[in-house]
């Protein structure tokens, strides 16, 4: 059973940069053809996708988020992680980790649970 764990600040100020990480356990992130998304919906909104890492590590972004997004991994500890920079109080959400199976028609097969990310001063 692959479980994937978010971990981070729930507040953050505004201006500053917000770090998240998915621990995943139960399977590896480099395993083929399995990618890892990081996901938010914000309050009152829809899910939003932010990117994705492959399990080759190329990495692909949602182009119209408005704060500099950064994903990356280590694979020793079997993690991947989330920076946004500059963050506005718009970035505040649930962010989400999760996996996409794209042996077939690529859909998430796990999710994280989910943490809160406030942007307040």
């Known amino acids: 059973q692959v479980q994937l764990q978010e971990s981070g600040p729930g507040l953050v100020k505004p201006s500053q940069t917000l770090s998240l990480t998915c621990t995943v356990s139960g399977g590896s992130i480099t395993t083929s053809y399995y990618y890892w998304s990081w996901i938010r919906q914000p309050p009152g909104k829809g899910l939003e996708w932010m990117g994705t890492?492959?399990?080759?590590?190329?990495?692909n972004y949602n182009p119209s988020l408005k704060s500099p997004t950064s994903i990356s991994r280590d694979t020793s500890k079997n993690q991947y992680s989330l920076q946004l920079t500059s963050v506005t109080p718009e970035d505040t959400a649930v962010y989400y980790c999760a996996r996409v199976d794209c042996h077939g028609s690529g859909t998430i097969d796990y999710w994280g649970r989910g943490t809160l990310v406030t942007v307040s001063s």
């Open positions: 890492i492959t399990y080759d590590g190329y990495i």
